[in-house]
């Protein structure tokens, strides 16, 4: 089954992509508000305008090398579907590699950062002002929606 892929953006600004069946699983999914921002977790969604896909290779001039054209045509680069199911089956591998601390997410964070935990990959909940203050401390976090982690779907 193809996929439709929009690129998505929240109220913060954050741009991601979505990935739907059709239009219309996107709309329905709009305005139930199961659609969410996986840096901030804004449910204030919209689908941005996004360009055709352009066939770059097509318009390359004599400049460029013959060699530097040859290599690039003979590895043919993976689908666009291969590359995101590969991307997100290394984020679900990654969400199962960490240990699920619940709402204490940023608090664990800090204690991580200071030394005062033992280092290790870690996951949970926080707000979007908690990201931006361990971010604003130099703690390095990411935002992984709920629908990727496979243990709060069954």
């Known amino acids: 089954m193809a ?6 953006v929240c109220e913060h600004g954050h741009i991601f992509e979505g990935w739907f069946r059709s239009h219309e699983d996107y709309d329905s999914q709009q305005q139930a508000g199961w ?8 449910v204030d969604v ?5 360009a055709p896909r ?6 390359l001039g004599s400049s460029q090398s ?6 690039a045509a003979s590895e043919p680069l ?5 590359m995101q199911a590969e991307f997100l089956q290394q984020i679900k591998q990654a969400i199962k590699n960490t240990d699920d601390v619940g709402a204490e997410f940023a608090q664990e964070a800090r204690k991580i950062h200071e030394g005062s935990a033992p280092e290790r990959a870690i996951r949970g909940s926080a ?3 908690e990201y931006e203050s361990l971010r604003d401390e130099g703690i390095q976090v990411l935002a992984i929606p709920d629908y990727l982690d496979e243990d709060k779907m069954n």
């Not at 659609?35 to 804004?42: F, H, I, Q, Y």
């Not at 919209?46 to 996004?50: D, H, Y």
């Open 127 to 129: 707000t979007y002002e």
């Open 78 to 82: 993976p689908s666009l579907e291969t």
């Open 46 to 50: 919209t689908k941005k305008l996004s």
């Open 3 to 8: 996929l439709k892929v929009f690129d998505l």
């Open 35 to 42: 659609l969410s921002c996986p840096v901030c977790d804004s």
């Open 54 to 59: 352009l066939n770059l290779r097509h318009g």
């Open 66 to 71: 013959e060699s530097n054209t040859q290599s």
